[in-house]
């Protein structure tokens, strides 16, 4: 999973790992609050699953309160691990490749989030009969 460009190919694990890092820490997430809040670890899973009356307001807020409060934690702790690259690389904050405005970003953000609220209740619906909603994962 190294890039090609390092001399060892050790060096970074590039794209890919970043992908899978991300992917699995998600999965692990999932599964260890799965029997807490039902999984949804996104402020918009839990929005979308309070739209469909299946929470209630008071829990909602109080997931969605929690979830950004953990974000928050997770921003501290790597600051406090690497306050020189955190620094360095804007604290966290997003920003756009030259030729894209906030406006594409945006529009990225509601497709993906779309995806993935859509991909949780593809799931996660009970009254769906396929056997295949392992596949997501």
Known sequence: ???????????????QGIAWSFGGMIFALVCCTAGISG??????????IFLARKLS??????????????????????????PHPYELLGGGAN?????????DGL???????????YTVFSATDAKRSARDTHVPV
């Open 57 to 82: 307001l008071t829990r909602a807020m109080f997931y969605i309160i929690m979830q950004c409060l953990g974000a928050i934690c997770g921003a501290g702790v790597v600051k406090g691990f690497q």
């Open 39 to 48: 999984g949804h670890i996104n402020p918009a899973v839990t929005f979308g």
């Open 1 to 15: 999973m190294g890039v090609k460009r390092e001399t060892n190919m050790c060096a970074s694990v590039g794209i």
């Open 95 to 103: 920003s756009f490749t030259h030729g894209y405005t906030k406006g």
């Open 107 to 117: 529009g990225a953000e509601i497709v993906g989030t779309f995806v993935l609220v």
